[in-house]
């Protein structure tokens, strides 16, 4: 799998000669995934698009892990598409988080990837790369700056999740009831905080009480509804900042 990621496509393999690639193999799978989401995405189906059987896939790749490792590498643009980091760290990392989201947006069957468990290929090390480079001239040490972008990948996933999720449940609600069958029932954000306003109290949950009881319904729910928001972002990076701070006093 680490030598398709590389480019290192093994040769010598007997048999007729290859008139496909790794390259298209991924890009097909990209494709149906994009289409119809990762649940698409099989050797079978792949061979289907291909014009081909499951079988001559076996010829380039050794099964559907090796198509998600390349789809896993190959989903982010060209690291070339941010620039240099050379605007200071926190304006670099900014524009390096919010590409990845944007990213995540648009390409939701991302987040189906079994991204803990992939190697990492080569343009996916290079975003990592370009990230630590932005923290070049900051006192933390490479193993810190290397952790930094851990953190940050980490918060990436939680919140590409939560803005997915979020604009699903917004596709459902517009599409529910158009082709005649009832409408989905769906989780408008006041009407849960509605709810939860209802049944708090002192006795029990003393500190939310305090909180919900200083702000009318519609400010806590988009405050609780922040996917457009870079609240999160900004915090975490905040958390960098006194790292830095920390290293530099």
């Known amino acids: 799998m680490t030598g398709l990621l590389w480019g290192e496509e093994t040769a010598g393999r007997r048999g ?13 799978a990209t494709r149906l995934a994009d289409a119809e989401g990762l649940s698409a995405v099989s050797m079978s189906r792949i061979a289907a698009e291909l014009g081909v059987t499951s079988m001559a896939l076996y010829r380039y790749v050794s099964g559907k892990d090796d198509v998600l490792a390349l789809m896993a590498d190959r989903v982010l643009p060209n690291v070339a598409v941010l620039g240099e980091p050379a605007d200071g760290w926190r304006p670099s990392l900014e524009r390096w988080m919010a590409a990845q989201l944007d990213v995540i947006e648009r390409r939701q069957w991302i987040l189906g990837l079994p991204l803990t468990t992939v190697p990492r290929g080569p343009r996916a090390l290079e975003w990592i790369d370009w990230a630590m480079g932005s923290l070049e001239d900051t006192p933390i040490d490479p193993g810190e700056r290397l952790a930094v972008v851990g953190l ?5 996933l939680a919140e590409g999740r939560l803005r997915v999720e979020h604009a699903q449940a917004a596709e459902r609600t517009a599409s529910s009831g158009e082709d005649g069958t009832p ?18 109290d002192d006795s029990r949950f003393p500190h939310l009480t305090a909180a919900f009881g200083s702000a009318s319904a519609d400010q806590i729910a988009e405050a609780d509804t922040v996917y457009d928001d870079v609240f999160g972002m900004h915090t975490i990076l905040d958390g960098v900042a006194a790292l830095i701070a920390r290293r530099t006093g």
């Open 152 to 156: 940050l990948a980490s918060f990436l």
């Open 183 to 200: 409408a989905a029932a769906a989780l408008d954000p006041s009407d849960i905080v509605g709810t939860i306003m209802a049944h708090l």
């Open 16 to 28: 007729p000669k290859r008139s496909l690639t790794v390259d298209t193999i991924a890009d097909t």
